[in-house]
């Protein structure tokens, strides 16, 4: 049996050495979520990597191995990692691969979609207008033969076509991903999470040490668990850091960030796409006046108007009550804009949609993040449209992330296509998404995600 080693440092996730994929250890592996890395050349325990070891699900696997006949080595260092900014860089360069080598399946797709439209075309052009196949003519069974062969070009071509706009869909998605995820408003969101998740885990050392000098643990249990958790700290505090100076950088490159300073009770602040009245400014949000009813101004003197409260990183736009109220004035291009993107110019909108839909003319533009999503769907939603959703690639502790794909949502729970045309106005490319009845295609599948934040957002996979 083979000498084995199973190691896992932070900079390299968790991976086993001295096998081959097909020595036989694949069945025992794959049992406790080992997959084969054909970059790599050996087994690795997918998501590992700047995460602290599984130790359990290691030990396992190394009694799994042993059992079966084999030597297993186990080397485990937590503090072998790389920093955030390479991790970072890393992503970012692995979703610039991943859209240039989704492109490429989509050049070849298209060529193949192009050859068998153009062969399917050729051979019905052969064929003589109104032309019948003579059933009683000797000819007939080559003729059927030939309509049949014509029939699976186009078919094939038709699926090529379908191919083609997936690969498409996906390029675009991990050619945006950097820019997703460095947009102002999600950065703000996730330093709002990890300042969050700093303070738990400073809580959990208190409560740990008070354990642990009222005799309820044990001190090598003491020593473990503050290992864990100043790993844990130092590794937020690291990225907090990070994130921190994306927001400086994207500040001093002119991308407004709202805070306290910006605002007084009586001015208005733009958030999920309509004006607010401020009630009261917070450190961290402002209290808003808010209505169930569609507006696109909310004062505090609106009936049944009700206060609401809304973190600063949701705000995209600022203005004085004189220029929000006053007849025919808009608010400076300056205040009105996005944070982190251009004034947004909808003139160019389609005039037949419902006003409070309309300014999400290009809304996307510049990318989207789930914040975005939850805003911009929620709108469509109350205006009349369809119960929209994305679906991303993965979900994990600073939220969703990575490919993404929209869909129609029923209320049995199935999910349907979405027309083309819905993302491109979304995105500014065309002026109208068309009428919201042609906006639902067919159905492809149910709404059975592992993850969900019950508002518009799905992932693929739990990355907690």
């Excluded at 794959?30 to 290691?58: K, L, N």
């Excluded at 970072?88 to 439209?117: G, Q, S, V």
Aim: with cysteine.
């Amino acid at each position: 049996m083979a000498d084995l080693t199973l190691t896992h440092t932070p900079a390299d996730g968790t991976r086993l050495t001295g096998t081959a994929k097909n020595d036989g250890t694949a069945t025992v592996l794959q049992r406790h979520g080992f997959t084969w890395s054909r970059g790599r050349q050996d087994w690795v325990m997918p998501h590992t990597r700047d995460a602290r070891a599984d130790e359990r699900r290691i030990r396992q696997a190394a009694d799994d191995l042993r059992n079966n006949g084999h030597r297993v080595t186990v080397t485990i260092d937590n503090y072998a990692r790389r920093s955030y900014a390479d991790a970072e860089a890393a992503r970012d360069n692995a979703a610039a691969r991943r859209a240039e080598r989704y492109t490429r399946y989509a050049d070849r797709a298209a060529t193949e979609r192009d050859t068998h439209y153009a062969q399917g075309q050729r051979m019905l052009d052969s064929i003589p207008m109104g032309q019948p196949i003579l059933a009683d003519h000797y000819s007939a069974t080559r003729e059927i033969r030939f309509r049949e062969r014509m029939n699976r070009h186009f078919q094939k071509g038709y699926d090529a076509s379908q191919r083609t706009q997936r690969w498409d869909r996906l390029a675009e998605a991990a050619g945006h991903y950097t820019a997703f995820r460095n947009a102002p408003r999600a950065t703000l969101a996730r330093i709002e999470r990890l300042i969050a998740d700093l303070l738990r885990i400073e809580r959990q050392q208190k409560d740990t040490v008070h354990q642990a000098v009222s005799g309820h643990r044990t001190p090598e249990d003491l020593v473990e668990d503050l290992a864990a958790s100043d790993w844990h700290h130092a590794e937020i505090t690291e990225q907090l850091g990070y994130w921190q100076f994306v927001v400086t950088r994207a500040e001093a490159e002119g991308a407004k960030v709202y805070g306290p300073q910006d605002f007084r009770p009586g001015q208005f602040a733009k958030v999920a796409g309509r004006w607010a009245e401020v009630l009261k400014v917070n450190k961290k949000s402002l209290s808003v006046a808010s209505c169930a009813a569609r507006r696109e101004v909310v004062t505090r003197d609106e009936p049944h108007m009700r206060p609401g409260r809304v973190p600063f990183h949701t705000v995209t736009g600022q203005a004085t009550a004189a220029e929000v109220l006053a007849p025919d004035t808009e608010p400076a291009p300056e205040q009105a804009q996005e944070s982190g993107g251009a004034p947004r110019d909808t003139a160019d909108s389609d005039p037949g949609l419902p006003p409070e839909i309309a300014e999400l003319h290009g809304r996307f533009a510049d990318g989207y993040t789930d914040d975005a999503i939850r805003s911009v769907f929620g709108l469509l939603k109350e205006a009349g449209g369809p119960y929209l959703v994305c679906v991303w690639e993965y979900a994990d502790a600073y939220g969703f992330g990575g490919n993404s794909q929209f869909y129609a949502e029923g209320g049995d729970g199935v999910l349907h296509t979405l027309s083309p045309d819905v993302y491109r106005w979304l995105d500014g490319q065309q002026t109208s998404p068309g009428p919201m009845t042609g906006w639902v295609g067919a159905p492809v599948g149910t709404a059975d995600f592992p993850v969900s934040d019950d508002f518009h957002n799905y992932a693929l996979l739990d990355g907690q």
